[in-house]
Every structure is written in structure tokens, then in C-alpha cells.
């Protein structure tokens, strides 16, 4: 999958690509069960300079040693995992780590699904559909609170 929205050369960036640039050292940890999607996830947020990948994981199970070691400032994780899902590893996250800010990352974008993943805990809800869109703005909200 490819996410429009990269930086070029010879054109200025758009307001929401230069968000994620005023993020200083951002750390994050990724989890997705998809490998495709992860791996394009991570090149996403490799094109941005301020934002270092410490972790990478393909379930919740295997994201908690990652972020016991390297104390991520932000995880971006899938919703629907099989397992355990994205929310009920948000409030075990959230317990273990209260100052890691979580983002839910999912296909699914539906109002409910927003707000249990609000009421959960998470920090911030992205649709996979938009996420080279919404990610960026998404990320600086976050952080900044």
C-alpha cells in the first residue's frame, strides 16, 4: 500500500505534513497483524525525520516486551488483532505505561468504534483509508496534550 502525501523535492510541504516535523524525537512502536501494512506503516513514518520507530510487532502479545524496553512516546496499534485486540491492549498498555499516548490504527472507522476506543483509553483513532491524511495532525494532537 502506498500513502500519498510524502514530501518531494522542489515543493513545499502541506500543513499536515509539517506536524509531524515540529515533533521533536518522537519514539513509536507500531503493532499490526498485517506485515504488508506494517511494513508500509513504518516507511510512512520513516519519511518523517522527528519520528524514530524503536518497535515494530505483528501482535499485542509480542508489542509489550517492545515497549517495556524501549518506552515508546506513542504506540500506533490495529484495532481488530486477533488475540487480543487493539483495546483491550490499550488498557493494559495504558496501565502498565500511563504516560505512552496510544493511537488505534483500523480499517473500521465507525463511530462506535471511535468511542470505545476513546473510552478505553486510546489518545487518538486513525482510519487506515486516511492515514496519510489524518496521521500526521493526529500525531501532534496527541503529543502536544
Same mark, same amino acid.
Given at each position: 500500500?502506498?500513502?500519498?502525501?510524502? %514530501?518531494?523535492?522542489? *515543493?513545499?510541504?502541506?500543513?499536515?505534513?509539517?506536524?509531524?516535523?515540529?515533533?521533536?524525537?518522537? *519514539?513509536?512502536?507500531?503493532?499490526? @497483524?498485517? &506485515? =504488508?501494512?506494517? *511494513?508500509?506503516?513504518? /516507511?510512512?513514518?520513516?519519511? #518523517?525525520?522527528?519520528?524514530?520507530?524503536?518497535?515494530? =510487532?505483528? /501482535?499485542?502479545?509480542?508489542?509489550? &516486551?517492545?515497549? +517495556?524496553? /524501549?518506552?515508546?512516546?506513542?504506540?500506533?496499534?490495529?484495532? %481488530?488483532?486477533?488475540?487480543?485486540?487493539?483495546?483491550?491492549?490499550?488498557?493494559?498498555? *495504558?496501565?502498565?505505561?500511563?504516560?505512552?499516548?496510544?493511537?488505534?490504527?483500523?480499517?473500521?472507522?465507525? &463511530?462506535?468504534?471511535?468511542?470505545?476506543?476513546?473510552?478505553?483509553?486510546?489518545?487518538?483513532?486513525?482510519?487506515?483509508?486516511?492515514? /496519510?491524511? @489524518?496521521?500526521? @495532525?493526529?500525531? #501532534? +494532537?496527541?503529543?502536544? #496534550?
Amino acid at each position: 500500500m502506498q500513502f500519498a502525501g510524502s %514530501q518531494s523535492e522542489g *515543493r513545499q510541504p502541506r500543513q499536515s505534513e509539517t506536524h509531524v516535523c515540529d515533533l521533536r524525537h518522537l *519514539r513509536a512502536v507500531v503493532v499490526d @497483524d498485517s &506485515p =504488508a501494512f506494517l *511494513r508500509s506503516l513504518c /516507511s510512512f513514518l520513516r519519511e #518523517h525525520e522527528q519520528v524514530q520507530i524503536v518497535g515494530a =510487532a505483528e /501482535s499485542a502479545l509480542d508489542a509489550f &516486551p517492545l515497549v +517495556e524496553q /524501549s518506552r515508546p512516546d506513542v504506540v500506533l496499534i490495529d484495532l %481488530q488483532m486477533p488475540g487480543m485486540n487493539g483495546l483491550e491492549a490499550t488498557a493494559l498498555l *495504558r496501565s502498565r505505561h500511563p504516560n505512552t499516548r496510544v493511537i488505534m490504527v483500523t480499517m473500521h472507522d465507525t &463511530p462506535e468504534l471511535r468511542q470505545a476506543s476513546l473510552e478505553g483509553g486510546a489518545h487518538g483513532f486513525v482510519s487506515k483509508s486516511r492515514l /496519510s491524511q @489524518d496521521l500526521p @495532525d493526529v500525531l #501532534h +494532537e496527541v503529543m502536544k #496534550h
